[in-house]
Structure formats: C-alpha cells, structure tokens
C-alpha cells in the first residue's frame, strides 16, 4: 500500500530477501579495536558511560565465565510482528498474566484505535484468518517514523492501512500463549531502530547499524566498523554455532561467513540432532525459512508457530536443557500497531542515517531511539516463573547478555551500555527443571480452510 505522508515508503526493492541473502560473498572480516574511533562517537557521552571494547566487568580477563549455570545461550529471532500484534491479548486470554502490558479492553474489544487518512477511526480487532492480508504493512525507515507520529503512535493506519490494527490472540496462537503463562515476557523490550530486518538484525549482531536504514543490497558494502558479536566469540574461543531453514541472516554483515566457519554454519536438522544428543554449542543462533515459517507477512502464523514449538519443545527436552537459556524475539513490527511509544536510546556511534539510492528523503530521525515493542520470552530453567520484565530492552541486549556471560568486549556504545536482561533470571535455584505442560502445536488444516476462504494462499514448506 503506499503510503500518504509527506516522506513516501521507497518502493520495495525487486530483489527478495532470500536473494540478497543469496548474494552475500565470503571473505575475511577485519576488525579494529584501540580508542574509540571519530565514526563511533556519539555527540555526547555522559560520565560513566561505557564505551565501545570496554569490558563488562574490567577486573576479569576478557572470556571470563560469569554465569556458569547457563552452558548454552539460544536465540530465536523470528519477523514482522510487534509485541500488542501477538502477545495484547494475554493479560485478558492467560490466567496470572494481568501484569504483561497488552491491550485495554471495554466491553471485551481493545479501546486502541488509530485514525485513517480520512478521520474515521479504525479500532485493533482481531485478524479474520491465520494468513497475514495480502499486501506489505509499511515498517520501512518513513512507514515506521509516521506510525510513531512523535510518540503519539497513532500513524499505523496511515502508513499501513486497517491492517496496522489486527491482532492474533490464543486461538490461532497456542502454544505461544501457553508458553507465556510459565516463562518472562519483556513488557519493554523494543527492537532497535525505526526501520526494517537489515538494520535490526545489525543491531543484534554488531551492535549497530552502521547508518543502514533498509532492507536492501546496500547492507553487503557496509562492514561493521568494529566487528560482530560473532567475532568476539571466535576471539576467546567460545564455540557457537548458526542453524537455518534456508538462508543463514548474518550473511547481510559483510564477510562474516569465512572459510574457517562454514564449519559452524549447519542446517537447522543438526540442531534438532545436537539438541537431542546435548551437545549444542555455548552459543547457537537460529535462522527460521524466510519463506515459510518466518512469521513474515504473507505467511501463515501457525506455520511459525509450529516452528517455534518444535525449537522449544526440542530444548525442553534436550540432555542439555538444565543448563540452557533460549531467547525468543522478533527482529522488528512489521508495520503493526503497537501502544507503547519508543523511548530515546543512546546512539550506538555517529553514523548518520544512510539513504537508499533513488529513494525518496528520510523522514527526520536517527539511531538514538528504539524500534517499537517486539514479543520476547526468556525460556529456561532458570527463568523467574510468570515474570514481565518493565526494563527498557532491545536486540542489543541479548548482545550484551553474551557479553556479560562472557565479559566480552563491547562493539558499541549501545550494546555497551544495554541492560544485559539478567533480571529474566533467578540464579539461586532452577524454577523449571521439570519444564511445564505447553500446548501442542495448532494443526493448519482449520486456519488454512479460513485463509483459502478470504482468497489467501500463503508459501507453505
């Protein structure tokens, strides 16, 4: 759809997703480390800020253990959903949950509306099938500056039509409601930036965007100027490893995959294998099909789902999952409407917002404030049962997470200075080692008889 605002959505680029993907080239990656260079000082630094490749804790080596009951750390990253997308209905829908922060209700319907370009209000429903509509919802750089509308969050429906406003709900959601009613919810975690997957997964990854405000080829010319958290394991031999349906995501950072780690890149039926046998790596990330599970619009959402349960219930199951830590997320909001405004952030560097070549101007903004609220869940053993985290998150801290586990170096200031989502955690004893009773994974056959009667046939693996 496009859009109606003074700084028009670029058109989508013509090259998918899968393709750019396809196009990355292998190479060595270089990284440069000392005092921090001019491209990565913000405008202002407060006192006792962290800065870039300072450690987490400066009175222990670089690679030091710092929490030696988590053995292997997971991360999930699915697509293209914001957190009142998915999760606004469980404080109404799970029992106990009163506390996550969700929808508004009045009369059982949420009171959340945003107005259209004519005026008329357009409240949040509930989405007619399983199947995202046909159609794109606008979450590039200009789409998402305009649903914010400087914090007042109500342009979703001007940037991305009546669509901004749907929602699933336990329904066509069981598993993932079921897992919400055990494990933590971040009631503020955000993604990292008003813009679309590259520059978020960029975010996860190397602590920045580098400037990149879209998803397109401009990402394979732009190396992370100080390296990737990928780096930073390889330097202080920590074993990881990166899983995937189709196409492994770290490829839009410039020669990541290099030949002495094609190794450590495998196929996700090797981590079903390792996860059975126990023996997952200290670090695994994940990649879904960018086609088919993904949760990407136009998939069907019950075909992620599916994926997400046969991860969670592999982990649960795993020799290794008294030591494991799996973090669920979304890697932006797919131009869905979400109610909760995004606050400042510190500025991962000074690199301004990049233009895409041809592209109309970027709307004013830049990378010193967060993306809107993405769904996350922190599944292990060692989470705080029923839990919401009120700390303000974002993909960087995860990175620092695995900074802080490890006392690595930081790339950024903004994965410097993230909170490392400890709170997510009680240390002192295990609360799920039995792990709960989650639902079972949706069967399709009802929700894709729905898709097909609204016209909608979405990619299936």
């Not at 800020?49 to 987490?56: G, I, K």
Request: one cysteine or more.
């Amino acid at each position: 759809m496009p859009s109606e605002h003074s700084f028009s959505s670029p058109r989508r680029d013509t090259l998918t997703r899968r393709s750019l993907l396809g196009a990355a080239a292998a190479g060595a990656a270089a990284i440069a480390y000392g005092r921090v260079p001019a491209w990565a000082k913000p405008a202002a630094v407060a006192a006792g800020v962290r800065r870039p490749d300072s450690l987490p804790f400066p009175h222990m080596r670089a690679g030091t253990e710092s929490m030696p009951q988590i053995k292997h750390v997971v991360v999930l990253m699915m697509e293209n959903h914001s957190f009142d997308n998915l999760l606004g209905m469980v404080p109404h829908r799970v029992p106990g949950r009163q506390n996550v922060d969700g929808f508004t209700l009045k009369g059982g319907q949420p009171v959340e509306v945003n107005l259209d370009t004519t005026g008329a209000a357009v409240p949040a429903r509930p989405m007619s099938s399983p199947c995202q509509l046909v159609g794109h919802p606008g979450q590039d750089w200009n789409s998402s500056h305009l649903s914010w509308d400087s914090g007042r969050n109500d342009g979703f429906v001007k940037a991305s039509g009546p669509v901004a406003m749907s929602f699933w709900d336990n329904t066509d959601l069981p598993f993932t409601y079921s897992m919400v009613r055990h494990f933590p919810v971040g009631n503020r975690y955000f993604c990292s930036v008003l813009a679309q997957t590259y520059p978020n997964r960029r975010f996860l990854f190397c602590g920045t965007a580098s400037g990149l405000t879209a998803t397109n080829s401009q990402t394979f010319t732009t190396p992370a100027a100080n390296g990737t958290i990928f780096d930073r394991l390889d330097q202080h031999h920590i074993e990881w490893a990166n899983y995937y349906q189709n196409l492994p995501s770290a490829l839009i950072v410039p020669n990541w995959l290099t030949p002495a780690r094609k190794k450590r890149v495998q196929t996700i039926d090797k981590f079903f294998t390792h996860a059975s046998a126990g023996k997952l790596p200290a670090f695994t990330f994940l990649d879904p099909n960018y086609t088919t599970t993904s949760e990407e619009n136009p998939q069907d959402v019950q075909v992620g789902e599916r994926f997400v349960a046969k991860v969670v219930k592999a982990l649960l199951h795993s020799p290794a999952w008294p030591e494991t830590a799996l973090f669920i997320t979304y890697d932006e909001h797919g131009g869905y409407y979400d109610h909760v405004p995004p606050p400042r952030a510190i500025a991962p560097d000074s690199i301004a917002p990049i233009p895409v070549p041809g592209g109309p101007p970027l709307a004013p903004g830049g990378f010193d404030r967060l993306g809107f609220r993405v769904p996350t869940v922190v599944v292990s053993p060692w989470s705080r049962a029923k839990y919401v985290s009120n700390v303000v998150q974002d993909h960087t801290s995860i990175t620092a997470f695995l900074e802080h586990k490890w006392n690595l170096p930081a790339m950024t200031f903004r994965d410097a200075n993230a909170h490392p989502m400890t709170d997510y955690f009680d240390f002192r004893a295990p609360t799920f080692l039995v792990p709960p009773k989650l639902a079972a994974s949706p069967s399709l056959a009802h929700g894709l008889a729905e898709c097909h009667a609204a016209g909608l046939n979405p990619p299936l693996p």
